[in-house]
């Protein structure tokens, strides 16, 4: 996996300089969203933890799709003092790219990478590589032009701009919304102001999405979806099921659905949707129920090929990782094939390897094991990764020897994880495991760094605010505003 870097950024409008992660690879096979994200143009965007104020950095990055064999380099205007240095980085960042795939992957592609200049120039790249039209694309920037304005504007004008635009809202255009939502959002957990990005601005998006939702069928349908979706989440038994897929808005909730129920899809399932079928007196729902039943079944038959063709895929990583010299940068490589099917395909070849007693292959797998949870756990917050080990200790001297090593972890917001994962454990039924969690929170209470006493502070004379500082020499400052440090 790719080592993640962070810029060091200065607000041009408050002056609150903070850090923001940047991405430099772009790999489609360890994250198949960054296609969606090059799309909307939303690749390394900062936004200001205090005051909300925000832009793209405009950091050059190398995008890889190994399926399709292509890498693309993007080395905008203006970075680096001359082609000596431009041409540096542009190695720098294939050598990135290189040195997080497995040496027997490595083809002739990678070492000259198509180079862009300007962000729209690659996306019109990776558009027409996926087959997308230039008319896909204007849409798509009219879509978040559209976007920008709506929630800068007074939502006294919000009625009148939806009439003008409202052919422009679609899931892509609701998947952006919801993309901006989550970026202020991080932006105000990463420290900073209770206001701007962290309070006032992310309420004002989120007041726009709700007003989008309430006031167009696109937004009412998807909200729709959620609704049925999370009802079945909440209860995943074969009548919630079935009432879900009945409620169903569209064929896409319908394949939502199927695929998340399709272990409760047996025998007895089927009986009741045909009762249903036979009781109703009703004509149009009888029809509907027949229609329902056949779509239910050429989705799960789709799936189930579709699962069959997967597992083979699995099946054949799982080789390649056997034989590979360095699995674990593979694993990293393959990051988002790594999978419960991957997982199921793991243990049904360690089970079998035991049942055969073949103590060679046994070694092989759990080696593989051990990569896939290191893998796993690189890709998981702190907390998550702590309360992990925590709850995969056998005893409590294992407990006791993973709390005095990560004392300073011990803060109040891993107790409040704890205590959210032990509620949640209690309204799922799962007591034994909300136990086990107050059992380790208990524990973990007697190594908690104690706070020391805070010094009483002495009075002072109220000094004027100071304007936001220039940015110095070392610094560069992007086409949005923001100020990007060179160290």
Known sequence: MPPRYFATVACPVCGTRFQTPVEQILDVRVNPEVKNRIFSGAVNVAICPSCGNGGALNIPFIYHDPEKEKALLFLPFGIGNGEVERQKLAGQLTRQLMDSIPQEERKGYLFQPETFLTMENIVKRVLELEGVTEEDL?????????????ISA????????????????????FGMLQYTMQVI???GASGGASGGASGGDFGKVEKAYNYLVDNTAIGQRLAKRTEVVRKFADDP??????????????????QVLVQSGLSLMDYSFFQQLVYRME????????A????????????????????????RA???????????????????????????????????ELTAARNRGDKHSIEALQRIAAVLNQVTEENMPP????????????????VHTILKNNQKMLQPQFFQFLEGLEAASREQGEAKTADQLAHIRALAQQYAPQPEAAPEAEPSTPQPPTPPPAPPEDETRTASGLIIAKR
């Open 138 to 150: 204007e849409r798509s920037q009219k879509q978040r032009q559209f976007l920008d304005k709506f």
């Open 154 to 173: 007074l939502e006294e004008e919000w009625p009148a701009l939806l009439a003008d635009n409202e052919a422009l809202l679609d899931e892509n255009f």
């Open 185 to 187: 959002a991080m932006a």
């Open 237 to 254: 038994t074969q009548a919630s099921l079935l009432e879900a897929l009945i409620a169903a808005p569209d064929e896409e909730t319908l």
């Open 279 to 286: 009781a109703t007196e009703d004509p149009q729902e009888k």
């Open 288 to 311: 509907h129920l027949t229609h329902l039943r056949r779509q239910i079944l050429e989705i799960r038959d789709a799936i189930m090929e579709a699962s069959e063709d997967v597992a």
């Open 314 to 348: 699995r099946a054949e990583l799982l080789e390649k990782l056997l034989n590979t010299e360095d699995p674990l940068k593979m694993a990293r490589s393959y990051l988002s094939e790594l999978d419960d099917t991957f997982a199921f395909v793991l243990r049904s």
């Open 383 to 398: 907390e998550i990764v702590l309360a992990r080990r925590l709850m995969m200790a056998t005893s409590d001297e294992q």
